[in-house]
């Protein structure tokens, strides 16, 4: 059974930086690629960047510029580097896993099949 579990959101003033972590278990994760999502109260969960097993990355076009996402391999690990933080990046946010070795990038929720129980950030103005 895969296992995602988030670490390293919280409170920052806007302009600040957090780096979210997603440690994964359950299987080989180097061959899967992996994503951050976002859902801020009242909306919809979306995309944020997502990364596969051969380090390609994406991004949202609102996060373009200011958001890194990076993996680890020998630590099962994801990042999301986040700086230069605006109000409007407050959310839970939520790292996801393909159930599929091999796969490309892949932006839309119904397309993961695991999930972690997210973290919060909150950015302050």
């Known amino acids: 059974q895969v296992q995602l579990v988030e670490s390293g959101g919280g409170l920052v003033q806007a302009g600040g930086s957090l780096r979210l972590s997603c440690a994964a278990s359950g299987r080989t994760f180097s061959r899967y690629a992996m994503g951050w999502f976002r859902q801020a109260p009242g909306k919809e969960r979306e995309f944020v960047s997502a990364?596969?097993?051969?380090?390609?990355?994406h991004y949202a076009d609102s996060v373009k510029g200011r958001f890194t996402i990076s993996r680890d391999n020998a630590k099962n690990t994801v990042y999301l580097q986040m700086n230069t933080l605006k109000p409007e990046d407050t959310a839970l946010y939520y790292c996801?896993?393909?159930?599929?070795?091999?796969?490309?990038?892949?932006?839309?929720?119904?397309?993961?099949?695991?999930w972690g129980q997210g973290t919060q950030v909150t950015v302050s103005s």
């Open positions: 990364i596969t097993w051969s380090a390609n990355t």
């Open positions: 996801a896993a393909d159930g599929r070795p091999w796969g490309g990038i892949i932006a839309r929720t119904y397309e993961y099949d695991y």
